[in-house]
């Protein structure tokens, strides 16, 4: 999400000058806001208001808990995807990192926890079950972080045509290199402080062959064509081709 939410924005200021970004910067820090819809006080959302155009707002919500007024505006939503096996490995660390969140003290233990969608922001599969009603929509686009990762530029041109942004070839090669996992990584101390390390662990697709048993893969299968068989969420995913064991 911190990867999409950098990437997204480096398209929508590339038209920018230094003044100007400065100029918005600045805005953005007076404000005080943490442009995260579930996160701050009652006033947060007065605040955003203020945020300059054009606003970008990042969520782990899923459709039903947001303002039913977002669909019905000219706001358009980036929907971000992950295989169900790499979610769940990458979620574990971050839990154990994480110290305001509940920490597992086995991979055993978390991974029933998450087939049974008992952890902070609910079921993997309760979310994208809720999204797939909104995959038609033309204000929603749907991207995998597989996808991005095999070909950041081509998944970035797709993100710029949906929102409307206007950059040359040469941004789109300027941002592929300041927002590659390795950039972000070292400069995760200067932009997210002491979360750094806990946000930016390894950036890889396939992780999840390190801690995945032969029963959990055959248990994570089943649970998810049970859950999202035969939707174009599911095909979104391509689970035959990143979860296969």
Wanted: one cysteine or more; proline letters at 4%.
């Amino acid at each position: 999400t911190n990867w999409l939410e950098r990437m997204v924005k480096e398209l929508a200021d590339a038209k920018y000058t230094e003044e100007e970004m400065k100029e918005r910067i600045n805005a953005e820090k007076k404000l005080e806001t943490f442009p995260r819809l579930e996160f701050g006080d009652p006033g947060v959302y007065e605040r955003m208001k203020k945020l300059p155009s054009r606003r970008i707002i990042v969520t782990h919500l899923t459709p039903h808990l947001l303002p039913p007024s977002i669909f019905q505006s000219k706001a358009k939503i980036l929907v971000l995807v992950r295989n169900p096996k790499d979610t769940a490995v990458s979620y574990y660390h971050f839990c154990n990192s994480m110290p305001v969140l509940p920490s597992f003290a086995s991979w055993d233990g978390y991974f029933a926890d998450f087939m049974n969608g008992k952890l902070t922001w609910g079921s993997y599969f309760d979310h994208l079950l809720e999204w797939n009603k909104y995959i038609d929509n033309e204000r929603v686009m749907t991207i995998s972080y597989e996808e991005l990762k095999e070909d950041q530029v081509l998944g970035m041109k797709k993100i710029a045509a949906f929102f409307g942004f206007s950059l040359c070839e040469e941004d789109f090669s300027r941002i592929a290199k300041k927002t590659s996992f390795k950039a972000m990584k070292e400069k995760s101390s200067e932009t997210h402080g002491k979360f750094g390390d806990i946000l930016f662990r390894k950036g890889v697709v396939g992780n999840w062959k390190e801690l995945f048993t032969k029963a959990q893969n055959e248990e994570m299968y089943r649970k998810f064509e049970d859950s999202l068989g035969g939707t174009k969420m599911a095909a979104k995913i391509k689970y035959d081709v990143y979860c296969k064991a």
